[in-house]
């Protein structure tokens, strides 16, 4: 029997040995091919973009406007900055807010540039346009957003309406190579500047050139079966805000697409 | 047999049984280690500042009566809503009800976020959120334990567990009572439950909540509010002592009958809205609902009230600043003007 004993506590040793030795292996994993013998596994860039997802957030998603309903479905009437930390600048522009001067000037697509433009009613449809780009489509105002992976560099030139954006996956997984799995959590950050000068509100309230608009993207499954994305917004803008804006948004995956319906832009 | 096959055996034995033996607590623990090894553990001990940046009205003065655009509720709940008057709250008997845990992300309260840790395994045993201004502490327990049994009580806390999932807390939590999701009368009953995620990016935690509720709702109802990590930021318990406020006649319970609440048309009327659209409902969450209201909806020419409600406008002493009546600072009105606006605001819960 003592034999037995020593061979079950060897056993279990061995096991956690083994245990332990896998975790190892797999936090050394990918190291560079035709690396010398003893040399200090330096560890391949992680797979990003496309091959990088740990979440798959493709598909068709609905915006559920269960908060701010009076400030995001229909358009608050001027004058109405409520919870945004504007500056007096700001007041002064949202006070002069004039959708029939924007429609002549065939600016009626300023409630639409991305920080305006996450916070309508929409539908989002996303999808890869390539390896390390992300096509995010908005049904509202018909607009589309780019988010480009990798070591991708803004191009410069004038700014847009949906600006540029880098993109990444957040899994706080440390020393993953080249050729191990994607992690199976995380969320996606995106980081989007040279940003035409819009609104945040389709009243008005504005954001200048300087603005920052970074997005966290978590997605969530219920035991029910639903798969939510909720995107917690920081809009930073020294021109027209006291301080960061800090807001979140949800959107419900839907089965498929039949409900996309892409409609203009509409300043009022 | 021989020893290498023997070995083998064994040790596969001797793991399964481990695996067996240990409990799901034990294997959470396991799991949070290595996660703390890796870097990839999240803590959500600390002061969380709620900035307030959506929602502000209804989170912080408070909705107005019969506004209920946004909630996905049924007939039952406005039923239960329209005949609610806030003065019901400061009977002495409901002084010191406490709003449920969902009130998290529907209310203006800052939060306080406590860690029990096992004092051998050093793993996360339960989580303490505050309970300021009359929420209920919320206690979510990591340890594996089942929920009770669903005719065990049901409280303002509820009973939570959680389960990392990934980068993200989740949290289930059953054995509520009945309470108010907005304060104005929208309630939930005590058949709701909850499921919440907390997901932490950098210095800001987003949690979001997910009521279901058979009785008063008709979807399940999402909200999502973010806090910034602010250690200056000050959540102190506030005990609650009933006090005779306004003395009734015994058993005089403040509400309205059915059809009889005479303020329910003026939120409606102040922003030009449809009376059915400010009487909530699931279809009216949805973007097409948004697309029909808009083709004929025409918006009040100026916003009239609480215009900077939530804006460090708000809170300027300077006249230029002011956008609305009532933002006014209280200074001395000069000889022979009113001493209220001429308008005052519509009446809020």
Known sequence: MKTLGRLVRAGAVLGMVAVMGSTIAAQGRGGAAGQAPGAPAAPAPPPTGKAGAPIDLTGTWVSVITEDWRWRMITPPKGDYASVPITMDAKKAADAWDPAKDEAAGEACKGYGAPGLMRQPTRLRISWQDDSTMKVEADAGTQTRLFHFGDWKAPGGAPTLQGDTTASWETGARGRGGNAPPPMFGNLKTVTKNLKPGYLRKNGVPYGDKATLTEYWDLLRQPNGEQWVVITTVVEDPTYLSRTWITSLNFKKEANGSKWDPSPCTAR | ?349
Request: glycine share 8%; proline share 10%; charged share 20%.
């Open chain 2, 1 to 349: 047999m021989g020893p290498i096959t023997m070995h083998r055996t064994l040790t596969a034995f001797t793991l399964a049984s481990l695996l067996v033996a240990v409990p799901a607590f034990a294997q959470g623990g396991v799991q949070e280690a290595q996660a703390r090894i890796q870097g990839t553990f999240i803590d959500l001990s600390g002061t969380w500042a709620n900035r307030l940046h959506e929602d502000f009205i209804e989170r912080a003065p408070g909705p107005h009566i019969g506004d209920y655009t946004g909630l996905p509720i049924n007939d039952e709940a406005r039923a239960v809503a329209d005949a609610y008057q806030v003065s019901m709250q400061n009977m002495p008997e409901r002084q010191c009800i406490l709003y449920t845990t969902q009130y998290i992300v529907m209310g203006p309260q800052n939060l306080r976020i406590q860690q029990d840790l096992d004092p051998i395994s050093g793993a996360v045993v339960a989580y303490h959120l505050s309970g300021t201004v009359d929420r209920a502490t919320h206690d979510i327990w990591m340890d594996g334990r089942p929920h009770p049994s669903p005719n065990a009580p049901h409280s303002a806390g509820g009973f939570s567990t959680g389960r990392w999932e990934g980068r993200v807390l989740t949290v289930t939590t059953t054995h509520l009572k009945s309470g108010l999701v907005w304060r104005n009368g929208v309630p939930h009953s005590d058949q709701a439950t909850m499921v919440e995620h907390y997901a932490r990016h950098e210095n800001m935690l987003t949690v979001t909540m997910i009521l279901t509720d058979p009785v008063y709702w008709e979807e399940p109802f999402i909200r999502s509010a973010t806090f910034e990590l602010d250690a200056n930021t000050r959540v102190l318990p506030e005990p609650c002592e009933p006090q005779v406020e306004i003395p009734r006649t015994p058993g005089e319970v403040p509400h309205y009958l059915p059809g009889a609440n005479p303020y329910l048309a003026e939120f409606p009327k102040l922003y030009n809205l449809p009376a059915e659209a400010a009487r909530g409902g699931a279809k009216t969450t949805y973007p097409e609902y948004g697309k029909a209201l808009r083709s004929t909806y025409k918006a009040p020419d100026k916003c009239t009230v609480n215009c900077c409600a939530g804006t460090p406008l708000a809170m300027m002493n300077n006249s230029a600043a002011l956008c609305r009546a009532d933002d006014a600072p209280a200074t001395p009105p000069a000889a022979g003007a009113p001493a209220v606006p001429a308008s005052p605001p519509p009446r809020r819960e």
